[in-house]
Structure formats: C-alpha cells, structure tokens
C-alpha cells in the first residue's frame, strides 16, 4: 500500500493551498481517509477526515470553515483544500487511511508527509 502526498509548499497568511493524495494497493472505496499533521515541537493531530460510502466529513475546530476534505473514488485520491492559511498551520501534514468507517490516531497506512509553512 502507498499513500502518496503532494501539493505542499510556502503561502503567506491568508493564502491557499491543496494537498492531494494518491493511494495505491488497498480498496479505496473500503477507507475512510483524513490528513493529520504535525508541527515542531507538538504531537500529530488529527485535522479532517472523510468516509467512503458516503462522504461523510469531519473537522477540528482550529480548521472548520477553512479547510475543506473531499476524496474521488474513480482515481482513489483524496484532497485537502486550505484556505485562509494561517501561521500555526504550518506542519508536516500526512494523509492516512484506515479500513471501516472510523479514522482513529492510529490508521492503518500513512503517507511519507508533505511540509506546509504559512509565514510572511
């Protein structure tokens, strides 16, 4: 299984961003999905997830209003749009997935990571 991110960069306050991420070897459609992240110095924390049968999402409330989780079944990829950015988003955000319908702090794969920094 792999759980390939991308889409990371730099952005000043205020400015947007869109990860993705492509998974491969597993059934995606038997996943719920969701991005954590993890800033320095801080434990990784949970920011969105979304499940498969029926798209269901959820939010911390830091990022509710701003962040937005969407996943394309057909090409087993799933998105986060970050809108708004502020500086204490910057992290290391991983996209993970977790068999069934619940995504707990320990799913089952993990991406490799992709840096986000939101600095002026």
């Known amino acids: 299984v792999q759980l390939v991110e991308s889409g990371g960069g730099s952005v000043q306050p205020g400015g947007s961003l869109r990860l993705s991420c492509a998974a491969s070897?597993?059934?995606?459609?038997?996943?719920?999905m969701g991005w954590f992240r993890q800033a320095p110095g801080k434990e990784r924390e949970a920011v969105a997830a979304?499940?498969?049968?029926?798209?269901?999402?959820s939010y911390r409330d830091s990022v509710k209003g701003r962040f937005t989780i969407s996943r394309d079944n057909a090409n087993n990829t799933v998105y986060l749009q970050m809108n708004n950015l502020k500086p204490e988003d910057t992290a290391v955000y991983y996209c993970?997935?977790?068999?069934?319908?619940?995504?707990?702090?320990?799913?089952?794969?993990w991406g490799q990571g992709t840096q986000v920094t939101v600095s002026s």
């Open positions: 979304i499940k498969a049968n029926n798209g269901l999402t």
């Open positions: 070897g597993l059934t995606f459609g038997s996943y719920v």
């Open positions: 993970a997935a977790r068999y069934g319908a619940v995504l707990t702090s320990t799913p089952d794969y």
